[in-house]
């Protein structure tokens, strides 16, 4: 990325009224330096929910005899329906895809940008029941997908003065103040038992069936993602060394 435009970017507040869009170009430039902050701060798993999981109750356990007199021994067992979640990222470093538009800047030392996102992820949803102590299922389903995520984001910087450098290091944090999630090519790796082509075959017919059945549960999904998305897509602190942008110094990233 140029380090001139940067600079002026991180400097944007005094640069560019708040009504003046940056120029396709300078988005297209910038586009790189920002694929590279998210891909550092991109979590391992994206999000993950136990829900329930290890849920017990007090239950009868056994009796225990005094003389002719019997006591119920009691005692927390495994019970309920356990259910949990984990959404992981496919090859983020070739997988992961980054638009950029609208780049703006409302306010001093803070830059606005619509922003879409392309992952491959896989999803794992594994359930066990039990009842009082006993296990009487446990299943897994895997699959993977092509997930695309349009948001709405603010940048915003400070700045630090280091000992010995010209130029203050920014310190630059992300933020997503909206989200809208899709998803393409939905293949199931393994379901019931099943890997391969018969788990890809009969997730497929599950899928179908649950829209007909229960066409209201995927927009339920999507709008609970999208809230996850907005709670969790804060990145850590970025440091920008300015010093470093100039050519033949490359650009030093420390989270």
């Known amino acids: 990325m140029r380090p001139l435009l940067l600079l002026a970017l991180l400097f944007a507040g005094p640069a560019v009224r708040a009504a003046d869009p940056v120029a396709p170009a300078d988005e297209q430039a910038l586009t790189p330096f920002l694929r590279e902050l998210l891909l550092k701060s991109m979590p391992q798993p994206l999000a993950e929910s136990d829900g329930n999981w290890g849920q017990q109750r007090d239950v009868a356990v056994g009796v225990k005899w005094h003389r002719l007199k019997p006591e119920v021994v009691r005692g927390d067992r495994n019970d309920g329906r356990w259910t949990r979640v984990k959404v992981e990222a496919v090859d983020p470093a070739n997988s992961f895809g980054f638009g950029l538009k609208d780049l703006k800047s409302p306010a001093p030392n803070a830059t606005t940008f619509e922003a879409t996102l392309t992952l491959n992820v896989r999803v794992t949803h594994e359930q066990q029941v039990w009842k009082a102590g006993h296990r009487l299922y446990a299943g897994e389903a895997r699959g993977t997908a092509r997930v695309s995520?349009?948001?709405?984001?603010?940048?915003?910087?400070?700045?630090?003065?280091?000992?010995?450098?010209?130029?203050?290091?920014?310190?630059?944090?992300?933020?997503?103040?909206?989200?809208?999630?899709?998803?393409?090519?939905?293949?199931?790796?393994?379901?019931?038992?099943?890997?391969?082509?018969?788990?890809?075959?009969?997730?497929?017919v599950a899928l179908r069936t649950l829209h007909r059945v229960k066409p209201s549960l995927e927009t339920s999904l999507k709008e609970k993602a999208n809230a996850a998305i907005v709670k969790g897509a804060d990145t850590k602190e970025v440091r920008v060394e300015l010093d470093k942008l100039f050519p033949g110094r490359g650009v030093l990233l420390k989270p």
């Open 149 to 204: 995520v349009k948001v709405n984001c603010e940048m915003t910087t400070r700045f630090e003065q280091t000992p010995g450098n010209l130029l203050p290091a920014a310190v630059v944090r992300v933020r997503v103040t909206d989200a809208d999630l899709t998803y393409a090519d939905l293949k199931c790796e393994h379901i019931a038992r099943l890997d391969g082509k018969p788990a890809e075959v009969v997730g497929e």
